[in-house]
């Protein structure tokens, strides 16, 4: 079994890329609204601070800063999973491990951390935020996504409508990795509704 540590940093900022099992489904925006509550009872029991977050439909990154001593992100991610999973229909392949565990088959188990260096790590990652659908090419501008922080941004007059991003971001060192392995589970390289202001 690997030693997998994470660097915790109590009160800390830190980057976040969760990812469906099964990628290239739509699972996330389909059930948009199960997610959100998810994260809305999960914020209310233990809270946190959303700086940025997007959602696309198999996987999804954010930026939170947690309480002051408070450094328990994995507990925080285990509740909003089990949230999300108890409330969608069983529809998904699981293995037989997974069966027998009795686990559902809709996230990978592990996610991606980083834990945030500064300002101007600060601004990278939460730009990778916005920036992401663009990445993955599922629109032309970022406001066009509406699974996004992006549209609390605009609002607050942090950025404009127009926002794109940089136009070098592809080659800035921030985001996940292309690729990782971590306990054997390959992952590839709080959205705020414009409408309703939570995700």
Request: net charge positive.
């Amino acid at each position: 079994m690997p030693d997998y540590r994470r660097y915790r940093m109590p009160g800390g900022t830190y980057f976040f890329t969760v990812n469906l099992l099964e990628r290239r489904l739509d699972t996330l925006v389909r059930h948009i609204d199960v997610l959100r509550d998810a994260v809305r009872v999960t914020r209310r029991e233990r809270p946190f601070h959303i700086d940025a977050w997007v959602v696309l439909p198999d996987h999804m990154h954010c930026v939170w800063t947690l309480p002051p001593g408070d450094d328990d992100f994995s507990n925080r991610w285990k509740a909003i999973k089990i949230r999300f999973v108890q409330k969608i229909p069983t529809t998904e392949r699981r293995s037989a491990t997974r069966i027998a565990r009795g686990e559902r088959g809709i996230w990978q188990r592990r996610f991606w951390e980083h834990a945030i260096r500064d300002d101007r790590d600060y601004a990278n990652h939460v730009d990778y935020c916005h920036w992401n659908p663009m990445k993955h090419g599922l629109v032309r501008r970022v406001a066009d996504w509406p699974y996004s922080l992006f549209h609390r941004h605009v609002r607050q007059g942090l950025l404009t409508n127009d926002w794109a991003g940089s136009p070098l971001a592809a080659d800035l060192e921030f985001g996940e990795p292309e690729f990782q392995f971590i306990g054997g589970t390959p992952t590839m390289d709080a959205a705020y509704s414009s409408k309703t202001g939570a995700f």
